[in-house]
């Protein structure tokens, strides 16, 4: 009898404790930089050409693209970034899935494309990061 007593009793701590933490998460998870957010963006439409999938570079445009790129940055993801208008090594052409460009403060640009990827990049149209936002 006394066994069950304390099983009885450290289910209802046990419980209890897990109210606890979901009241806490719940009612005090308050994010008070939410409302601290400054925006330094500038928004800017940008007309984007349609390519075709067949298109190609001409060598003049990758000799410049290949001349001017960053080597080993630390500044840039992957050390050894993409051009804005580089398909990546799986197919995906970004000109085809451009949405919109936003002009940063810095001179760099936020490219948003139709699935809710970006990308941020130089002045130069090199990738200095990417994700989804």
Do not use: C
Not at 5 to 23: F, Q
Not at 64 to 83: C, F, M, Q, V
Not at 97 to 109: C, F, I, K, P
Request: without cysteine; proline residues 3%; glycine residues 6%.
């Amino acid at each position: 009898m006394e066994n069950k007593t304390i099983i009885i009793l450290l289910s209802i701590i046990a419980i209890l404790l897990a109210i606890g933490v979901a009241v806490e998460f719940f009612a005090f998870n308050n994010n008070s930089q939410a409302a601290n957010i400054v925006n330094n963006t500038t928004s800017q439409n940008t007309t984007v050409e349609s390519i075709s999938n067949n298109s190609k570079q001409d060598s003049s445009s990758v000799d410049s693209i290949e001349a001017n790129r960053p080597k080993n940055d630390p500044n840039y993801k992957g050390y050894t970034p993409l051009h804005e208008s580089e398909i990546t090594s799986d197919g995906w052409n970004p000109r085809e899935h451009e949405t919109y460009r936003e002009n940063m403060a810095d001179g760099s640009q936020k490219i948003h494309y139709d699935d809710g990827y970006f990308r941020i990049v130089d002045k130069n149209g090199y990738v200095i990061t990417y994700g989804y936002g």
